[in-house]
């Protein structure tokens, strides 16, 4: 079973940077490609970024390209969303998920929420004006 911890939301001022962690547990994780989502009030959960464990690529949804970047440390087992000028409209709660791939198949950054197996159980960020 795969665990997966976020942390690190907490309320900042619009044009803020901030980082958060998903720290996972309970595999081997060299064939896992991680995401991160968001879920703001009464919206759907949305896909921001996805990278292969094996850092050979990642991929980001054009609301966050150039201003979110993800990122992974093997030897922490710990995946990083670095997010910057942050706005009001980044205010949500965050999510990072897992997904395992059988290696049989080819790696692909999946950006539905039913591509991925496993979840934390998120962090808030809210983002004053």
């Known amino acids: 079973q795969v665990q997966l911890v976020e942390s690190g939301g907490r309320l900042v001022q619009a044009g803020a940077s901030l980082r958060l962690s998903c720290t996972a547990s309970?595999?081997?994780?060299?064939?896992?490609?991680m995401a991160w989502f968001r879920q703001a009030p009464g919206k759907e959960r949305e896909f921001l970024a996805a990278?292969?464990?094996?850092?050979?690529?990642?991929r980001y949804a054009d609301s966050v390209k150039g201003r979110f970047t993800v990122s992974i440390d093997n030897a922490k087992n710990t995946v990083y969303l670095q997010m910057n000028s942050l706005k009001p409209e980044d205010t949500a709660e965050y999510y990072c998920?897992?997904?395992?791939?059988?290696?049989?198949?080819?790696?692909?950054?999946?950006?539905?929420?039913?591509?991925?197996?496993?979840w934390g159980q998120g962090t808030q960020v809210t983002v004053s004006s």
């Open positions: 990278i292969s464990w094996s850092e050979s690529s990642a």
């Open positions: 998920a897992a997904e395992r791939v059988p290696s049989w198949r080819t790696v692909v950054l999946g950006t539905d929420q039913s591509d991925y197996d496993y």
């Open positions: 309970g595999r081997t994780f060299s064939r896992y490609v």
